[in-house]
């Protein structure tokens, strides 16, 4: 057990839907496992709904984690299980969730912990529409006191809700109380990005527009609507994917060194990149519907709501004026891959002409155990100077065997436990990505059909000089 933290009382809302029994109960029971969650804490799950009692919630969590995580410590989980209950609550009406809450304090203080001491967790996994008035509600009920929120994304529907939410948010908590959610940044690979390239003396000189022709950042999913219609139809990919977690990798690829991990330089480092983004070009933006969408459970039989999203992105500063980055994501898409594709510029020799069709490419995938790619451009065996290409290949996984990667939510839910929140995103941040993506929403782009399992419209297709890595130049 950690014992430096203080007792923590966790309430999760949305506590029987997807996303914890997916990510947030398996999460927490392997930081439990690890030994990684404070001495005394407690889960109180909470939702409109009651699952039942509180031993049949603690059993579909039971269930959920032999899904998701497999082979249970019995005492670990006797124990966890031992520490959950559930409490409905709605933002009309939340006094059973504070009197449950104030319950569970009061019983750490007759174990010897100070209810003045213990810390509230309140993860907020509720549509944009809910946010407010719950907010709302644990204010009235004095449940913001000594509380850590965190909110999920998205952080409102348009610029104005967004601000709407972050006004709601300010007037009852310190900004330092609010931990907004991208679970991207909580991803192993995606933290190995900031090692790759500022600790090597290969990479950091040549991450700018002299070296790099364009950047990729590619994120199709095999992954259809799987129950989640009516969350889609109020949000679409571009609110789901693109303003959140494209340009969160876009921005940890592309900002400048914030010298420190410190929470505010990496903050600030990544805000003032996101300044730099030059207003998105319709022309250049494609968004895509797969055929069957609109079969699928929740959605209208003629919804425009777009499933895919391809665009263009420049970045007005001195390091990536010229460097086209390029980002895709879609649901129903050809494979599932979270790639980002650094191509290099071809040097301006002539002694080696016709170089130009092999990739030379740096590519990062976002696994769990991070691999990175360089392709470059060799001499054939033989006796012309004619070229060929050829690959280094890494895999962290296999090269650092004994590595403990974290999954993303149960990294992130334990930077939250110790108050750390340089991977997570500031208002500032949010605000900015808001104004980069609202034109779009304003004035949208047409939809265009796709066929499952393919790599998305044509016009996306065509929309990168050289085409796109993912389904082109990798499996040439
Ligand atoms: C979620 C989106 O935030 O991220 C989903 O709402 C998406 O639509 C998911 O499928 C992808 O996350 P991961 O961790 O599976 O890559």
Same mark, same amino acid.
Not at 83 to 108: K, N, P, Y
Not at 195 to 205: D, H, I, T, V
Not at 208 to 237: H, W
Not at 343 to 362: H, Q
């Given at each position: 057990?950690?014992?430096?933290?203080?007792?923590? =009382?966790?309430?999760?809302?949305?506590?029987t839907?997807?996303?914890?029994?997916?990510?947030?109960?398996?999460?927490?029971?392997?930081l439990?496992?690890a030994?990684?969650?404070p001495?005394d +804490?407690? %889960?109180?799950?909470?939702?409109?709904n009651?699952?039942?009692?509180?031993?049949?919630?603690?059993q579909?969590?039971?269930?959920?984690?032999?899904?998701?995580?497999?082979?249970?410590?019995?005492d670990?989980?006797d124990?966890?299980?031992g520490?959950?209950?559930?409490?409905t609550?709605?933002?009309?009406?939340?006094?059973?969730l504070a009197?449950?809450v104030?319950?569970?304090?009061?019983?750490?203080?007759?174990e010897?912990?100070?209810?003045?001491?213990?810390?509230?967790?309140? +993860?907020?996994?509720?549509?944009?529409?809910?946010?407010?008035?719950?907010?709302?509600?644990?204010?009235t009920?004095?449940?913001?006191?000594?509380?850590r929120?965190?909110i999920e994304?998205?952080?409102?529907?348009d610029l104005?809700?967004?601000?709407e939410?972050?006004?709601?948010?300010k007037?009852?908590?310190?900004?330092?109380?609010?931990y907004?959610i991208?679970?991207?940044l909580?991803k192993?690979? =995606?933290?190995n990005?900031?090692?790759?390239r500022?600790?090597?003396?290969?990479?950091?000189?040549?991450?700018?527009?002299?070296?790099?022709?364009? =950047?990729?950042?590619?994120?199709?999913?095999?992954?259809?609507?799987?129950g989640?219609g009516?969350? +889609?139809?109020?949000?679409g990919?571009?609110?789901?994917?693109?303003?959140?977690?494209?340009?969160?990798l876009?921005?940890?690829?592309?900002?400048?060194?914030?010298?420190?991990?410190?929470?505010?330089?990496?903050?600030?480092?990544?805000?003032e990149?996101?300044?730099?983004?030059?207003?998105?070009?319709?022309?250049?933006?494609?968004?895509?519907?797969?055929?069957?969408y609109r079969?699928?459970?929740?959605?209208?039989?003629?919804?425009?709501?777009e499933?895919?999203v391809a665009?263009?992105v420049?970045?007005?500063?001195?390091?990536?004026r010229?460097?086209?980055?390029?980002?895709?994501?879609?649901?129903?898409?050809?494979?599932?891959?979270?790639? %980002?594709?650094?191509?290099?510029?071809?040097?301006?020799?002539t002694l080696?002409?016709?170089?130009?069709?092999i990739?030379?490419?740096?590519?990062?995938?976002?696994?769990?155990?991070?691999?990175?790619?360089?392709?470059v451009?060799?001499?054939m065996?033989?006796?012309?100077?004619?070229?060929?290409?050829?690959?280094?290949?890494?895999?962290?996984?296999?090269?650092?065997?004994?590595?403990?990667?974290?999954e993303?939510?149960?990294?992130?839910?334990l930077?939250?436990?110790?108050g750390e929140?340089?991977?997570?995103?500031?208002?500032?941040?949010?605000?900015?990505?808001w104004?980069?993506?609202?034109?779009?929403?304003?004035?949208r782009?047409?939809?265009?059909?796709?066929?499952?399992?393919?790599?998305?419209p044509q016009?996306?297709?065509?929309?990168?000089?050289?085409?796109?890595?993912?389904?082109?130049?990798?499996?040439?």
């Amino acid at each position: 057990m950690t014992e430096k933290l203080p007792a923590h =009382v966790l309430v999760l809302f949305g506590a029987t839907g997807d996303l914890a029994a997916r990510k947030l109960f398996p999460g927490l029971y392997r930081l439990a496992a690890a030994g990684r969650l404070p001495h005394d +804490y407690v %889960i109180i799950g909470s939702g409109r709904n009651s699952p039942g009692t509180d031993d049949e919630f603690r059993q579909q969590v039971r269930d959920g984690l032999d899904d998701t995580v497999g082979d249970l410590d019995a005492d670990v989980i006797d124990d966890f299980l031992g520490r959950i209950s559930f409490q409905t609550a709605s933002s009309d009406d939340g006094a059973d969730l504070a009197a449950a809450v104030r319950e569970a304090e009061e019983a750490f203080d007759d174990e010897g912990a100070d209810t003045d001491d213990v810390r509230r967790l309140l +993860y907020l996994s509720l549509p944009p529409a809910a946010m407010q008035p719950m907010i709302a509600m644990l204010h009235t009920e004095g449940l913001t006191e000594r509380a850590r929120l965190v909110i999920e994304k998205p952080f409102g529907l348009d610029l104005q809700s967004s601000r709407e939410l972050d006004a709601a948010l300010k007037d009852v908590v310190e900004e330092s109380q609010v931990y907004r959610i991208d679970h991207f940044l909580g991803k192993e690979a =995606v933290q190995n990005i900031l090692a790759l390239r500022f600790a090597n003396g290969l990479f950091e000189p040549a991450w700018n527009a002299k070296s790099l022709a364009s =950047v990729q950042i590619d994120v199709p999913e095999t992954l259809a609507m799987e129950g989640r219609g009516s969350f +889609y139809e109020s949000t679409g990919c571009l609110r789901d994917m693109v303003s959140t977690h494209l340009c969160q990798l876009m921005g940890f690829v592309a900002f400048e060194d914030p010298d420190s991990l410190d929470e505010k330089c990496v903050r600030d480092s990544k805000a003032e990149l996101f300044g730099a983004i030059r207003p998105l070009d319709r022309e250049h933006v494609v968004f895509g519907q797969y055929d069957g969408y609109r079969d699928e459970p929740d959605v209208a039989e003629d919804s425009d709501v777009e499933t895919f999203v391809a665009l263009e992105v420049h970045i007005d500063n001195d390091r990536w004026r010229g460097v086209p980055f390029y980002l895709r994501t879609g649901k129903a898409m050809a494979q599932t891959r979270r790639t %980002i594709t650094l191509r290099f510029r071809t040097p301006e020799t002539t002694l080696l002409r016709g170089a130009e069709p092999i990739p030379d490419e740096l590519v990062l995938e976002l696994t769990d155990d991070p691999k990175i790619t360089i392709d470059v451009r060799a001499k054939m065996p033989g006796p012309t100077m004619d070229l060929t290409g050829a690959s280094f290949r890494l895999d962290l996984g296999e090269e650092v065997p004994h590595g403990e990667p974290l999954e993303a939510y149960e990294r992130l839910l334990l930077d939250v436990l110790n108050g750390e929140r340089t991977f997570f995103t500031r208002a500032d941040e949010v605000d900015r990505l808001w104004q980069v993506i609202q034109p779009l929403l304003d004035d949208r782009p047409e939809v265009l059909p796709y066929d499952k399992g393919s790599w998305g419209p044509q016009r996306a297709i065509d929309l990168v000089e050289g085409g796109w890595r993912l389904g082109g130049s990798e499996e040439s």
